[in-house]
């Protein structure tokens, strides 16, 4: 009679154990089934990303703004430019920065006897790297950081349109200074101007007009998305200087406007009517510009 096989009770444990690690392997496999159905369900909710902004690159800043525009905010006291003076004064230089696509800047300057005058366009493009807010969202974060560090006051609003002057409020000077000018125009010959009427309105804007409105620093509630400007005006020992800025955002770009009239005369201070209009004028233009 053969034999029947022993099996002693080591391996009797053995084997069970044996089983239940292999029932373990498949629970396990189950789960990391789960873990992979969840991880496809994250993707497919980071792919439905927020609106990119409209604008995905920059112009060129110093041939933004119409060269009428330019020689009405950089006024000189009579002397005439050459057509080369007159291409680097009203041509501007660009500001050197690392990515055009994310900024860009302009710089003017005209010196005269009565003083200085400084112009400066800032582009910045904001893009944001969170998928859940848009680039719009992330610029106006951005903005109200500027306007909270500007310390605009709370319900501080006026129109971004500048005044027109009145024939009553023109200052006979004005219009001397104005007439002084046109030498520099004629230096200009085949330099046609992008915006015509922006350029000309933002000439007309002289000291006193507009004498109802209010020049304290403000928001702006028809430029842009958003806006404010700010005005300052500063004593030190060369002089004295009054600073304008604007800022406005258009959808995912900011823009800086910075103007100021620097006078080594301390009892002539610029005049805070006409810089506001003026650079309101060019913020009006820019958006415009950068609309199109």
Known sequence: MPRKPFVTGAALVAAAALAAGLTGCTGGSGTDGGAADAKSGDATTASQAAEPGRYQTLPEACGLPARSTVRGML????QRLSGSEADKVYGGQADITYDTDR??????????????????VDIQRVVSYDSAVSDDD??????????????????????????????????PQDAEA?????????????????????????EAAEPGADPSGSTAPRVLDDLG??????????????????DVTVVFRTSNVIVTIAYDQWSTDKTMLPDSQELQDKA???AGELVESLSE
């Open 75 to 78: 006024p000189g006291d009579g």
């Open 103 to 120: 900024r860009v800047g302009c710089r003017w300057t005209r010196e005269t006897t009565a003083g200085t005058r400084h112009l400066t």
């Open 138 to 171: 992330k610029a106006q974060e951005t903005y109200d950081a500027k306007e909270l560090a500007a310390q605009i006051p709370a319900g501080a609003t006026g129109s971004a349109s500048p005044g027109t002057p009145s024939p009553s409020t023109a200052k």
């Open 178 to 202: 104005n007439k002084a000018e046109k030498p520099d125009e004629a230096g200009e010959t085949g330099k046609d101007d992008k915006k015509g009427k922006a350029g000309k309105e933002s």
């Open 225 to 242: 998305d958003a806006a404010f400007l700010n005005d300052k005006l500063v004593t030190a020992d060369s002089g004295v200087h009054r």
């Open 280 to 282: 309101r004028s060019l």
